[in-house]
């Protein structure tokens, strides 16, 4: 008998050592989610609120709608329409004045101007690039183991020229446009 007291003592202190462990398993579960429910809570209400602020814009956007009759919408659309009239007039007003003291004709003869000086400019330029590898060829020639330097930069004065040239043909279309 003495045995069984002591093996009973014995499985009472393991299901007691095993219920301990169940209810500190327990508690730690408890604690990790009352973090949760921490944490989210203030989600939660945040989404709520949004939930009710958008409610509530949409009802206020139906009730503007609802309250404009018709007959009131053709009103206001013709109001509206009334006030851009009003403001295309008042800026084609400013633009007349303009047009009546000739500045843009001024700007448009500068514009003329200066299109050609930039053609001509341009023009200049391709005849100093041309003469440039011109005069570079020639002191090549003359000078000893200065044919890899030369084509080198023989290489980038075409490259110039070649963009020379495209600028000239735009702004001599572009100039034919017109």
Do not use: C
């Not at 400013?94 to 101007?113: G, Q």
């Amino acid at each position: 008998m003495a045995d069984n007291r002591n093996d009973s003592e014995a499985d009472d202190d393991e299901k007691e050592k095993a219920l301990q462990a169940k209810i500190e398993l327990f508690g730690a579960e408890y604690s990790r989610q009352m973090w949760i429910a921490i944490l989210f809570i203030p989600l939660m209400l945040i989404a709520f609120l949004v939930g009710v602020l958008s409610l509530s814009s949409a009802v206020k956007t139906a009730d503007l709608l609802l309250a404009v009759k018709p007959e009131n919408r053709a009103g206001l659309f013709a109001n509206r329409i009334e006030k851009v009239n009003q403001k295309v007039r008042d800026q084609y007003a400013v633009h007349v004045n303009k047009m009546d003291d000739e500045s843009i004709y001024t700007v448009n003869r500068k514009f003329e101007l200066l299109y050609e000086l930039s053609l001509e400019s341009e023009k200049d330029y391709g005849i100093l690039l041309d003469t440039y590898q011109k005069s570079i060829y020639q002191i090549a020639s003359k000078v000893r183991g200065s044919g890899e330097w030369y084509f080198y930069y023989d290489r980038k004065l075409k490259q110039l020229i070649d963009s020379n040239k495209r600028r000239q043909l735009l702004m001599s279309r572009y100039f034919q446009e017109e």
